[in-house]
């Protein structure tokens, strides 16, 4: 691959785009052909951003909030981040352990630039969000997954995570509520991972907690750090208003925590883009600190949706899923699909099969699994209307319908 690409760094060429931008990137192509694509790739809420934060954003503007603001972040939204994490964590983090970025991707990808050097290990738990292994990769780390399966909830066992540590350690992932499959760990699994951890000083922890206020099950909102004190100093809570507040497209995150990697990734900041935008700053305050009916109603609306699209695809036979914790996605397996043959003559295989069956035959656009290091699955998301969602998943039923048995 380097030798066709003479011109580019290997940390280029080793990574893929992201599977979701490529996927959202072949929805728009498809419809402007005029496909009429029923899309299940996005990861983004489809509500719009919150009234009072737009206008937050617009007396930034007018007050002449225009300028370069600190490379850490304003100090209103490191205290409004602060406020939060006491919030809902009980968690005091000093203000001096707070980095802001360009959204949460940008934030956990300067933390891996801060403290991988070549060849060391990073611990990514499968299904995973399709970034962590890349992000690893271009800064010349090894992703090292491990699998976890259904049976385990998607979830990493004290097992598993005791046996995937090496000296080369410097990082386990760990996404809760996940993306892609909404597993949530409970503080009993955390207080268990957090055992293994203390026998190794060497591991730090980044929690991915973008999805943490869309939850749909009691009991799973505990942070490592709230479970373990001890690991305090060495876990890095990121997070950010993109999925909470519908703010994607504002790219404001936050890493908290280790403060010696939120003093490099503020360094690191300091030569990439000096600071994120001072408008979405002053507009994230006003999500984070505002009225939080927004969330409440748009939890709820998840929710109604998570039930139906479960029912839904849990009646089509040869599909089933597990019902998401949080996070507004269903992993699907799709296993039972293959060695069937579509009505065009061609044998689904693989998840990629399925998907593309899915949209040629149907228009329907979702993620397959090897994705998320899963192979055997696909990813819905439910973060869109009602009636789409009803429509997709009549149309996945007819695709499955169609599929007839491979005589053996
Ligand atoms: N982490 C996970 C698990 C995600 O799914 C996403 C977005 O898809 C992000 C981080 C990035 O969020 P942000 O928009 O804050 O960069």
Redesign the pocket.
């Known amino acids: 691959m380097t030798a066709t690409h003479p011109g580019l760094a290997q940390r280029v060429t080793r990574i893929q785009p992201s599977p979701?931008t490529a996927a959202a990137q072949r929805v728009r192509e498809l419809r402007a052909t005029g496909a009429r694509i029923v899309d299940l790739t996005v990861?983004?809420p489809d509500f719009d951003t919150p009234e009072h934060v737009k206008t937050a954003a617009v007396e930034a503007i007018r007050r002449g909030d225009t300028k370069y603001t600190p490379v850490n972040g304003t100090p209103e939204l490191r205290r409004a981040i602060a406020a939060k994490l006491a919030r809902r964590h009980g968690l005091a983090v000093p203000d001096a352990h707070i980095a802001v970025g360009?959204?949460?991707?940008?934030?956990?990808f300067l933390a891996l630039m801060a403290t991988v050097n070549r060849g060391d290990e990073v611990i990514v738990p499968a299904p995973y969000?399709?970034?962590y292994p890349d992000m690893v990769l271009a800064n010349d780390g090894t992703p090292v997954v491990v699998a976890c399966p259904a049976e385990q909830g998607f979830k990493l066992t004290a097992g598993a995570l005791r046996a995937a540590i090496t000296s080369r350690t410097r990082w386990l992932v760990l996404?809760t509520p996940?993306?892609?499959t909404g597993a949530s760990y409970t503080a009993a699994e955390l207080g268990e991972l957090a055992e293994v951890l203390l026998d190794h000083p060497h591991v730090r922890v980044l929690t991915?907690e973008?999805?943490d206020e869309i939850r749909y099950e009691p009991g799973t909102a505990r942070t490592l750090v709230q479970v373990e004190p001890r690991l305090t100093d060495r876990v890095l809570i990121?997070?950010?208003?993109?999925?909470t507040y519908a703010?994607?497209g504002w790219?404001?995150?936050y890493g908290a925590g280790a403060p010696d990697v939120v003093a490099a990734i503020n360094k690191l900041q300091s030569q990439i883009s000096s600071c994120p935008s001072s408008i979405s700053q002053a507009a994230a305050v006003a999500a984070l600190d505002g009225p939080q009916d927004f969330v409440d109603e748009t939890v709820a609306a998840y929710r109604a949706r998570r039930d139906e699209t479960v029912k839904l695809i849990d009646d089509v036979p040869l599909l089933s899923c597990t019902p998401p914790d949080g996070?507004f996605y269903l992993f699907v397996d799709c296993a039972g699909t293959f060695g069937h043959r579509t009505p065009e003559g061609t044998t689904i295989r693989t998840d990629a099969d399925f998907a593309r069956y899915l949209l040629e035959a149907e228009q329907v656009a979702v993620i397959h699994g090897e994705a998320y290091g899963s192979p055997g699955y696909f990813r819905i998301s439910f973060a869109t209307a009602d009636a789409v969602l009803a429509e997709a998943c009549t149309r996945i039923a007819r695709a499955c319908a169609a599929l007839t048995q491979e005589p053996s």
Do not use: F, H, L
């Open positions: 979701s990861g983004e360009g959204g949460a991707k940008q934030v956990i969000w399709v970034s996404n996940g993306n892609p991915d973008i999805y990121t997070n950010g208003v993109s999925k703010m994607t790219r404001i995150g996070g």
